[in-house]
């Protein structure tokens, strides 16, 4: 059923979309919970994506479990839709423009662009390898750095959210933090420090 959808099938997301609504309405009502999103109707949000999604679904990429990559991808919607959502309520200052992949525009909140991290090409290269390396991580490693970056969640709201101890989220963030490194060889100096010298990000 999934592969009909992203063939373009529109019964068929339909079919998907009513099959993982118990599961997203749940995402989304624990969303929009917290005082960073409390201002955002969570049944709007979810007609947006649902509207968006179908849109969208042919750059869905299918895994071994069809079902829950839509489900994970589903997931990401949701969070992209409030998180530019809450753009538009709440205007904040310095925000990096979204990629072409997908990935949020908060590269830039969380690296190192100040004077010291290098002239303003090295800044620039940076910042675009960075943008290019969130692109490459999981969707699981992804929604914590959005969830700290952009909702501003602490730790504790990340594992309630996430259905983890906070154990578990820390070794998540480590192993996404440890997969950036590596895929930005030496520039991940100043791009990862927003994500580790930060108190609230420290675990």
């Given at each position: 059923?999934?592969?009909?959808?992203?063939?373009?099938?529109?019964?068929?997301?339909?079919?998907?979309?009513?099959?993982?609504?118990?599961?997203?309405?749940?995402?989304?009502n624990a969303l929009?919970?917290?005082?960073?999103?409390?201002?955002?109707?969570?049944?709007?949000?979810?007609?947006?994506?649902?509207?968006?999604?179908?849109?969208?679904?042919r750059l869905f990429?299918?895994?071994?479990?069809?079902?829950?990559?839509?489900?994970?991808?589903?997931?990401?919607?949701?969070?992209?839709?409030?998180?530019?959502?809450?753009?538009?309520?709440?205007?904040?200052?310095?925000?990096?423009?979204?990629?072409?992949?997908?990935?949020?525009?908060?590269?830039?909140?969380?690296?190192?662009?100040?004077?010291?991290?290098?002239?303003?090409?090295?800044?620039?290269?940076?910042?675009?390898?960075l943008k290019s390396?969130?692109?490459?991580?999981?969707?699981?490693?992804?929604?914590?750095?959005?969830?700290?970056?952009?909702?501003?969640?602490?730790?504790?709201?990340?594992?309630?959210?996430?259905?983890?101890?906070?154990?578990?989220?820390?070794?998540?963030?480590?192993?996404?933090?440890?997969?950036?490194?590596?895929?930005?060889?030496?520039?991940?100096?100043?791009?990862?420090?927003?994500?580790?010298?930060?108190?609230?990000?420290?675990?």
């Amino acid at each position: 059923m999934v592969i009909k959808a992203q063939a373009g099938d529109h019964g068929a997301f339909g079919a998907v979309w009513s099959a993982a609504m118990p599961a997203l309405r749940g995402y989304t009502n624990a969303l929009t919970s917290f005082k960073s999103s409390a201002m955002v109707d969570p049944d709007d949000l979810l007609q947006q994506v649902a509207t968006e999604s179908w849109t969208r679904m042919r750059l869905f990429k299918a895994g071994d479990n069809p079902y829950e990559s839509a489900l994970a991808w589903f997931r990401t919607q949701i969070r992209h839709r409030l998180i530019d959502t809450i753009r538009e309520l709440k205007p904040v200052v310095s925000l990096d423009a979204p990629v072409a992949s997908g990935v949020p525009g908060f590269a830039q909140q969380i690296a190192d662009i100040s004077p010291s991290a290098g002239t303003e090409k090295v800044r620039e290269e940076t910042l675009n390898a960075l943008k290019s390396a969130l692109a490459q991580l999981s969707a699981e490693q992804l929604e914590i750095i959005e969830l700290e970056a952009e909702l501003k969640l602490t730790r504790a709201e990340i594992a309630s959210l996430l259905g983890c101890t906070e154990d578990v989220l820390t070794h998540r963030k480590r192993s996404a933090i440890k997969k950036l490194q590596q895929l930005m060889g030496s520039q991940s100096q100043h791009a990862v420090k927003g994500l580790t010298s930060h108190p609230r990000h420290r675990y």
